[in-house]
């Protein structure tokens, strides 16, 4: 499991729906979230573990931009707000702390829907 995957199960286990992993066709699911994860960065290595950032992008997709905006700043304060202890652990990683950045648009996609987003950047230990 990685970290967007934490941040996706925390999301779904919070009543939000259609959360992905990757962004589905708009046949497949017209209004989703995605949430994917960037490259890990070390900041620190132990014997046993190495501790560093991890940036994680949630993109929101709807057909209304003020669906857009206001779901996007539902899912930031939600991640910014969260009880990360059922969900801070998945080998090899544990997050140990959320920054989130505020929700912007981003762009309209290939079938007109409007895209929002935002980064948490994480901090996080990676079992070696």
Sequence with gaps: MNV???IKNMLLSSGFSNVFSTIPSALECAEPIVVSQGEFSREARLPEEERGTLPVTVLVVRDVAADAEAMAVSCEKTVHGAEWEPFA??????????DTTAPAFKERDGSGRFVWA?????????AL
């Design 4 to 6: 967007a995957d934490q």
């Design 89 to 98: 652990e998945a080998w090899p990683w544990r997050i140990v702390g959320i």
């Design 118 to 126: 935002f980064e948490a950047a994480c901090t996080v230990v990676r």
